[in-house]
């Protein structure tokens, strides 16, 4: 049997990239699997339902938090976003490596229920290279980016329970360097295994 995936959280301020580093870190390894979350928030031109996120009502997804079906929700900038439990859990039991893009106070509640997890912060290099990043995305209004950027700087403050962080500069850097965390994260010492060989 494959042994079990490891479950990676990245986070990071709005607009840093993440997406994109998961993207060109998916090129570099074929065990790496992402996992889409629910949200309330409505798609940007060119989100694909189902890709990106799977975009659902606030009744739909108070229901999932009723059912117990979200390994972790919360709320940023007025709208509701959260990890739909059990695809991360049958694809970690098949051995894939699963990636959350999910904020901080997500980040919080995974750590508490996944203490074996992996935690990627990712930066942008500074706060003006920011604020171009979101403001060239064009698919924000000002008061949605001002709102972000409040967020950003409050997470990068709350950040510092994160186990790794990547400054996401050059691209293809990012994409090395969370690619030798996930490797890093299988070489961690394992105890049951050194058990089950001297058995
Ligand atoms: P955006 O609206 O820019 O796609 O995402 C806003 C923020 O929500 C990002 O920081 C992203 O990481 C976070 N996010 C996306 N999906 C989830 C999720 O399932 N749970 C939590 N807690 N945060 C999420």
Known sequence: MADR???IILSGPSGVGKSTVVAKTMELRDDLCFSVSVTTRPPRPGEVDGKD???ISSEQFDRMVENNELLEHASYVQN???????FVEDRLEKGFNVILDIEVQGARQVFEKVPDAVSVFVLPPSMQVLEQRLSARGTETEQTIAA?????RQEIQEADFYQYMIVNDIIDNAAAELNAVITAAHC???KSRVLELTK
């Open 5 to 7: 995936g490891k479950l």
């Open 53 to 55: 996120y799977f975009f």
């Open 148 to 152: 972000r950027l409040t967020r950003a």
């Open 188 to 190: 961690r010492f394992n």
């Open 80 to 86: 509701s976003y959260g990890t739909p439990r059990s």
